[in-house]
């Protein structure tokens, strides 16, 4: 019995892709590395990352973070940790362009307006923050709310949960590139609250100040830390944090 005849993957005859080795449709490219899905999280409990991620805290310990003093001190419990009024905390691992995902949720008592109600921010590189606030019936300053790019820009929509909820973050980060002092591309972010796409490939101004305008005053590292931001000790709560380098697919 003849053995069946196996189809071909794809073309040899094909034109080539503009500044590619590969043609239209090559059999030869490389196939993408698979990639396990993670899971969704619910109210009660966090999903699973995907099978590729780094695990910067999966709610056990602060062992992969660290604080002013050389030890991360938030509290640790039930699978999340809280913002105590130890200082800021950010991870010993840096990083650069990243796929990162958080949650986050605000104290369910509620305390204070504006920016005293459950304020915290997760600062990229350790320089670049994305706002954490109470922002659910509490006016503030649009470029202080809720998944703004502090300072810079208001989220497109507010798209908050009831304080004491589990809320998510979903981040996509270009980080700069200088040539010496020059800056050749600024940062970039496209970041996703609940689900809702609240900045999409917006670029960045500048590392994040208060009161004054962002600007590339100097150049950087191409890596840095996540940091979390303790914010006069508001408890806000943080779990399931991790990320994914962003590469080519054919990238090693």
């Not at 369910?108 to 459950?118: D, L, P, T, V, Y």
């Not at 010496?180 to 970039?188: H, R, V």
């Not at 950087?220 to 996540?226: A, C, E, I, V, W």
Request: with cysteine; aromatic share 10%; hydrophobic share 30%.
């Amino acid at each position: 019995m003849a053995s069946e005849k196996t189809a071909p993957l794809g073309y040899d005859d094909t034109p080539f892709l503009p500044n590619s080795p590969w043609r239209v449709h090559d059999g030869r490219r490389p196939q993408p590395r698979i990639v396990t899905p993670g899971t969704p999280s619910t109210q009660e409990k966090p999903g699973l990352p995907p099978s590729d991620a780094v695990i910067l805290f999966d709610g056990r310990d602060l062992s992969r973070w660290k604080g002013r003093d050389g030890k991360a001190r938030w509290l640790v419990q039930d699978g999340y940790m809280e913002v105590n009024g130890t200082g800021n905390i950010e991870t010993i691992e840096h990083f650069g362009d990243c796929q990162l995902h958080l949650e986050w949720a605000a104290p369910a008592e509620i305390k204070g307006s504006s920016q005293g109600r459950g304020n915290s921010g997760v600062f990229l590189m350790g320089r670049y923050e994305i706002q954490v606030l109470d922002g659910y019936n509490n006016p503030t300053y649009a470029d202080g709310m809720t998944a703004a790019i502090y300072g810079q820009y208001p989220p497109l929509v507010n798209a908050c949960r009831k304080p004491g909820e589990w809320q998510t973050y979903d981040i996509f980060f270009v980080a700069p590139r200088f040539e010496g002092d020059k800056l050749i591309s600024p940062a970039y972010v496209t970041v996703v609250h609940n689900g809702v796409l609240v900045h999409h490939h917006q670029a960045i101004m500048g590392p994040t100040g208060h009161r004054r305008l962002a600007s590339y005053s100097e150049p950087h590292p191409p890596t840095g830390p996540l940091m979390l931001q303790d914010h006069g000790g508001d408890k806000v709560r943080y779990r399931n944090i991790w990320y994914r380098p962003l590469k080519g697919y054919d990238e090693a």
